[in-house]
Nanobody, 124 residues
Framework: QVQLVESGGGLVQVGGSLRLSCAAS????????MGWFRQAPGKERDLVAG????????YYADTVKGRFTISRDNAKNTVNLQMNSLKPEDTAVYYC?????????????????WGQGTQVTVSS
């Protein structure tokens, strides 16, 4: 059983930066591909960025490409999301998720473990 705990959310002005972190425990972290999802009020939860088990492959949604960077440290059991040039439309609850398997997937039901979420609010 994997437990995921996000941190690093908050309130930031347009153009600012935030770094989200997700700490994993209870499993062999390197066996899990990881994803960061977000959900804005009234909208579906969507994959923002994903990273393979080894960290050699990454995925970014078009809306964040060039602004967000996902990374992981398998020795520390953490996955991070560096968010730069933030926009009001980035406002959402951000969730860390883990899937046991090879490759990055975008479907929610592919991920067996979820964090509790962290709020990111970008003010204009």
């Amino acid at each position: 059983q994997v437990q995921l705990v996000e941190s690093g959310g908050g309130l930031v002005q347009v153009g600012g930066s935030l770094r989200l972190s997700c700490a994993a425990s209870g499993g062999t972290f390197s066996m899990y591909a990881m994803g960061w999802f977000r959900q804005a009020p009234g909208k579906e939860r969507d994959l923002v960025a994903g990273i393979s088990r080894s960290g050699t492959s990454t995925y970014y949604a078009d809306t964040v490409k060039g602004r967000f960077t996902i990374s992981r440290d398998n020795a520390k059991n953490t996955v991070n999301l560096q968010m730069n040039s933030l926009k009001p439309e980035d406002t959402a609850v951000y969730y860390c998720a883990a899937r046991k398997g090879v490759g990055i997937r975008s479907r929610l039901d592919e991920y067996g473990y979820w964090g509790q979420g962290t709020q990111v609010t970008v003010s204009s």
